[in-house]
């Protein structure tokens, strides 16, 4: 397994509301990581719908793992380990299945499928302790999908965080949201709202500061800015208007652009369909270059230590 000299980095994808582009996104950088040579381990800690097999399109595990062996029975003490699916030999993709070269390994660990959301107590926070250090021992990076808003998930990942063994490891917390009103306020509620990431952290031990500064926000399927040219001059207007008026919002609420990982163009093809967007996608002229792009960056960003000002 190769960490390609990076170190190890956890990576929590969370939001406020559901439906934001979290999953999608998350697995779309994870590829987009994995094909810049890093091994990258994607683990399904959004308890109440496992649904990341489809997205890899792992038929077998569209909606979790049928073995019992899934995150559900791992975290809840009914199996020793968790089952991985190697996303390149599971797939029925027949692109994902040619490993490109020079790529990393991709492999996902799946909830169980019925699976549902659980309590969360010090045995099953010691569990999730072990399996993150575990991946961070053999993968460069670790992405966990938590369930939206101010789920169990979440407080699972903020009391493992400040462990003996995680404390001293990389972790960031992205925060998905689309380019609205309603999800820029709800964005800004799950970081710095009561029962958020920030209030939560603090109460289990984290330095607030610290927290904050692993934080960035991902817009996703945000219109391009050229947009207001095709459109009537009042449309434009209007347009242009709710931009400004969205910035401000996002700056008010703490979320402005030095907070901002990047973002990601409304994409037809995800639209549709929830998927990866591969290469061959773009040039078969299925999906937006800019996809890919902003994936790309994304990416890139994440792991470029200028991007945080922690260490
Ligand atoms: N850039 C994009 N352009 C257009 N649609 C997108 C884009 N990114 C994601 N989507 C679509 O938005 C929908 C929600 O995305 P996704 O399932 O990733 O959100 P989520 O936050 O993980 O939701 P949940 O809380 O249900 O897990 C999906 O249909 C997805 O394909
Ligand atoms: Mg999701």
Redesign the pocket.
Known sequence: MSTQGTDPMLVF?T?D???????????NVAYRLCLRGLDIAYVDF?FG?P?AGA?FEIGHAERGTTEGRGLHSYLLGETGEPRRLIVDRETDRPQLRRAAPGAGQLVLLPGDVGGAEFGCDDTIVARAVTLLAKLLSEFAVVIV?L??GRSVALEIALRATVSTMLAHRAHRWLV?HRWTRQHVLAAGGLVYGSHGLLETGGHFEHDRQELLASVRCVR???AASDWTRTVDPPQAAWLNEQSKALRELAMAEGLGAAMVLGQ????????????LILDADVNARLADPA?VE?YTDLARRLTDSATWDIE
Do not use: H, N, Y
């Open positions: 994808a939001s509301k559901g439906g934001t582009g979290r999953s999608v996104t998350s697995c959004d719908s649904t997205l999908d369930s939206a998905f996703t399927a945000v990601t163009p409304i994409e037809p093809m995800l639209q549709w369909r929830e998927q996809t902003a």
